[in-house]
């Protein structure tokens, strides 16, 4: 069953300490789905989802890549971007179903393009922009994910 918890940030600084907590929740297979306009704060998130998972916060925007890798030593980040991917044929040719058999965790910014190519146990991040800082963030996955709010 899935929850869905909302959280109100009004720094990056609190977006990074925030995704932290998520990012020590995620084991291998989790799939994140970014949903959020342009400057909302999924790098920013990405970032502390890296933190939270031991790799270094060397997180850049994938855009121009399609995807940035960030191999840990137990677990890995593939961070996409799906702004250009708008089918099955795109999506398969960024090689996202190989990354699905790594042992690691995939966040997808721009998810809105592939939403129903993702598994049903997909984590949704929404980021909606409600001030110049101001951020409201809704986590939707598995009852794993409510520990971030105590």
Do not use: Q
């Not at 890798?69 to 090689?95: P, V, W």
Request: glycine share 10%; with cysteine; charged share 25%.
């Amino acid at each position: 069953m899935k929850h869905s918890h909302e959280i109100c940030v009004s720094s990056p600084e609190e977006t990074i300490a925030f995704a932290e907590k998520i990012g020590s929740l995620l084991k291998s297979g989790d799939i994140i789905a970014y949903r959020g306009g342009l400057g909302a704060g999924k790098t920013t998130f990405t970032r502390g989802l890296a933190l939270g998972m031991g790799l270094p916060d060397n997180v850049s925007s994938p855009t121009f890549a399609l995807i940035n890798e960030y191999r840990g030593r137990e677990l890995s980040l593939f961070h996409f971007d799906m702004y250009r991917i708008m089918n099955e044929e795109a999506l398969e040719t960024t090689g996202f179903y190989d990354y699905m058999e790594e042992d690691g965790v995939i966040a997808v910014e721009w998810s809105e393009n592939i939403s129903e190519l993702l598994p049903e146990k997909t984590i949704i991040i929404d980021i909606a922009v409600t001030g110049e800082n101001e951020r409201r963030i809704t986590v939707t996955g598995d009852e794993r994910f409510d520990s971030a709010w105590d």
